[in-house]
């Protein structure tokens, strides 16, 4: 399927709100970087930060789960900006609204990596649910915070996909790398030089 069908398919899914006016400010490189909604792992005072733009529906997005992780455990002093960029499914959508909601219990790591453990692309909702539950959450009450939050999640993809157009990226995954953008699925080799590269060029 062609990016922009996509996409204006994603602005159909998630609602008319997507397609509500996104301000300026929220594409700057501060919001980018710092959006206070945008979930965040690592060293959160990193001398680094990468930003990943992800789908739950690619697969090449999961190779890069277990190298990037190894890298921030153990570097030490990177900031990893998780940014939902669900394009690829109407279940990406499902499973980002689900994995924002379970931010607000703390957990949004724990939904993260049970939907990224499932091996290939058009998942479906109910396997989605299936490897949450095996994470332990509770779906009716994750389900019952991800409506209850809708309009803050929704803002929040929203924002997202407004920075993702802004950025000219064209598809998952990419990483935004200090000053790089690389959109590749990268090894473990490939993050720690490009970690290097950053580092050096600041």
Not at 153 to 179: C, D, H, K
Not at 185 to 199: H, N, S, T, Y
Request: net charge neutral; charged share 25%.
């Amino acid at each position: 399927m062609h990016r922009r069908t996509v996409l204006l398919g994603l602005t159909a899914l998630i609602g008319a709100r997507l397609a509500t006016r996104v301000r300026a400010d929220d594409l700057s490189a501060e919001m980018i970087l710092n959006d206070p909604d945008a979930p965040v792992s690592g060293n959160p005072k990193g001398d680094l930060t990468i930003v990943s733009f992800f789908d739950y529906n690619c697969p090449f997005c999961k190779r890069t789960v277990e190298p990037l992780n190894t890298v921030l455990a153990s570097d030490g002093d990177i900031r990893h900006v998780y940014k939902d960029w669900p394009i690829l499914a109407k279940s990406s959508i499902y499973g980002a609204k689900l994995a924002l909601a379970a931010r607000y219990q703390d957990r949004y790591e724990d939904a993260y990596s049970a939907l990224m453990r499932i091996d290939g692309s058009g998942i479906s909702e109910g396997r989605m649910q299936q490897e949450l539950e095996r994470a332990g959450f509770d779906m009716k009450r994750l389900e019952a915070d991800a409506k209850r939050h809708d309009a803050k999640i929704v803002s929040l993809l929203q924002r997202n996909n407004a920075q993702a157009e802004s950025l000219g990226l064209r598809g998952t995954p990419v990483f935004l790398i200090g000053q790089f953008l690389v959109a590749s699925a990268l090894d473990e080799a490939g993050f720690r030089q490009v970690v290097k590269d950053a580092r050096e060029a600041s």
